[in-house]
């Protein structure tokens, strides 16, 4: 067990919907990340926050937004879904990367939740 | 810039014969890199990681890997495989570029393991 949890752990919806998935990170870690793992596109990072604020943008589509509360939990809102939308998404959590000595720490991955867009 | 590269996208083996799967990287300076595993519909556990200390890094599960800089190289290795051990194995490379903190994972490589 990572120590990171994510809900729901599967979802099913249809094309034109919106959805929220929900992370949980190891406690005391302040970063939180966000994968899309697609059989065609392999592991895609989406974005990064830390401690409440965007710290890093990857492969997100504009239909798709985050964000981290003072818990420090954190939302992935995809809306308007595709087909292609399908898929299975990671949250991961670390300390700091921006820390010195932060990036030598992994990030530790939840158990994902399986999207399912019909 | 940093990037990392598997060689082999699928790997067989027999239960009980050596297991390699190969990574290489690329970094301008020393980097950080990490091995995951994910099992089917699972999430990724973190196998071993290389920050700089030993090069012969052991892992979870009887693996280890060996950091070669002179061959930019970070390969798994087992020295016996098991049927538990059929999974998707990630190599990661983590550090700054231009600034920004990245955590860049490879393709991925499907170990098989034959009874």
């Known amino acids: 067990d990572s120590g990171v949890t994510q809900t729901p752990k599967h979802l099913i919806t249809a094309t034109g919907q919106r959805v929220t998935l929900r992370c949980s990170p190891r406690?005391?870690?302040?970063?939180v990340y966000w994968y899309q793992q697609s059989l065609d596109q392999g592991l895609q990072f989406l974005i990064q926050?830390?401690?409440?604020?965007?710290?890093a943008k990857g492969n997100i589509l504009e239909r798709f937004s985050a964000q981290q509360f003072p818990d420090l939990h954190s939302e992935l809102n995809l809306s308007s879904l595709e087909l292609g939308d399908s898929a299975l998404y990671f949250c991961?959590?670390?300390?700091?990367?921006?820390?010195?000595?932060?990036?030598?720490?992994?990030?530790?991955f939840g158990p994902g939740t399986r999207l399912t867009v019909l | 810039a940093q990037s990392v590269t598997q060689l082999d996208s699928h790997v067989s083996v027999s239960e009980g014969t050596p297991v390699l799967l190969r990574c290489n990287y690329s970094?301008?300076?020393?980097?950080?890199l990490f091995w995951y595993v994910q099992h089917p519909n699972k999430g990724l556990q973190l196998l071993l990681k290389?920050?700089?200390?030993?090069?012969l890094v052991k892992g979870i599960n009887g693996f280890e890997a060996e950091f070669k800089k002179s061959e930019t190289s970070f390969h798994l290795t087992k020295p016996s495989a098991h049927m538990s051990d059929a999974a998707e194995y990630f190599c990661?490379?983590?550090?700054?570029?231009?600034?920004?903190?990245?955590?860049?994972f490879g393709t991925g490589t499907r170990l098989k393991v034959l009874a």
């Open positions: 991961a959590s670390s300390v700091d990367p921006m820390r010195r000595a932060g990036q030598k720490h992994e990030q530790f």
């Open positions: 406690s005391g870690d302040l970063s």
């Open positions: 926050y830390y401690n409440g604020e965007e710290r």
């Open positions: 970094s301008s300076y020393s980097p950080s």
């Open positions: 290389y920050t700089s200390a030993a090069t």
């Open positions: 990661v490379v983590s550090g700054f570029t231009s600034g920004t903190y990245k955590y860049i």
